[in-house]
């Protein structure tokens, strides 16, 4: 089971929010083909059909628990 795997099935089943590493988390956001825009520290996700935007804050190099759910 490859990493990006991994993590997605852990933000799935609600494991360990608190230990998501922002980087990964982006990085999986951006291969599932979301479109990221960048303004101070948030982070916002959109993607086409998708009528919820995410975003995302850097807590150290962890992403914010909350924000993970």
Known sequence: MSRRTRLRQRILEGRSEANIRFDELRALL???GFVERV???HHTFSQEGVTERLNLQRYGSHAKPYQVK
């Open 30 to 32: 951006l291969r599932l």
């Open 39 to 41: 303004r101070g520290s």
